[in-house]
């Protein structure tokens, strides 16, 4: 594979939000899909141009969710959060955001942040041609910007799997790439103990946490939000918006 040069977008080099780039591969579903890269060097060099954590000096955690917006599930997610005075960050699929815009608005009128989590989901992206990739990524974010009047903020890869290519698609379109430092695999729909005794051993400053509010039955998410917001309360975290 050859790697092209990544050039930062110019809206990220304006401000840096004190985000750190860390070079560590973070397992998560789909991350270790060999065609990602050709050797762990080349890997390491695609995953450092990532967002895995926030440094800000002080103990926070963001909370991020995946793969909507869902009618049923992102309504519920977004009570628990209006209610507990959180803000978050929802990475949208884009035929799913053109199937319920209403959602997407919603998400940011209450000040949570957006990203483009590709058109379709497709998790293999970095070994589609090059023109599908830009389609992915582009497609999304007109879709979020035609329905919100703003573009998104990230793009998160499908499965966390990235290439070199995908990284400079996104940030020609002015996107930070944004993956994660702790993932539950909520996906696999473990009850919601599980899911919040895996966050809370994991969490950190700084972390960065997976979760999951559409692509399936998101019940024992939503069963454990508040539980896990309280917790981490409880332990001297607070919450980090990008907004």
């Known amino acids: 594979m050859r790697f092209v040069a990544l050039a930062r977008p110019r809206r990220w080099l304006a401000n840096s939000l004190a985000l750190t780039m860390a070079a560590t591969v973070v397992a998560g579903c789909g991350a270790n899909d060999p065609r990602q890269t050709d050797t762990p060097e080349a890997r390491e060099r695609v995953q450092s141009h990532a967002v895995f954590r926030v440094t800000t000096g002080r ?3 963001a909370l991020t969710f995946d793969d909507g917006p869902d009618p049923r599930w992102t309504p519920m997610v977004l009570d628990v959060l209006r209610q507990e005075h959180v803000k978050a960050t929802f990475c949208l699929i884009g035929f799913m955001a053109q199937r ?6 919603a ?4 000040g949570n942040t957006l990203c483009d989590h590709s058109m379709h989901h497709i ?3 970095p070994a589609r041609p090059h ?3 830009i389609d992915e990524v582009d497609q999304d974010a007109d879709v979020i910007r035609s329905i919100t009047g ?4 990230f793009y998160r890869p499908p499965g966390g799997n990235l290439s070199a290519d995908v990284i400079a698609v996104a940030h020609q379109r002015g996107l930070r790439v944004l ?3 702790i993932d539950p695999r909520d996906f696999t729909k473990p009850p919601a103990p599980q899911i919040l005794q895996r966050i809370l051993v994991r969490a950190g400053p700084g972390a960065v946490i997976l979760l999951h509010d ?3 039955d998101r019940s024992q998410t939503v069963a454990m939000l508040k539980a896990l917001i309280d917790q981490l309360r409880a332990k001297g975290f607070s919450f980090y918006n990008w907004q």
Do not use: C, F, Y
């Open 150 to 153: 703003s573009d998104p903020t």
């Open 131 to 133: 023109s599908q990739i």
């Open 107 to 110: 998400e940011l009128a209450d």
């Open 100 to 105: 319920h815009p209403e959602l997407v608005r």
């Open 59 to 61: 103990p926070l955690v």
């Open 179 to 181: 993956k994660w430092s």
């Open 214 to 216: 559409g692509g399936g």
């Open 123 to 125: 998790l293999n992206l």
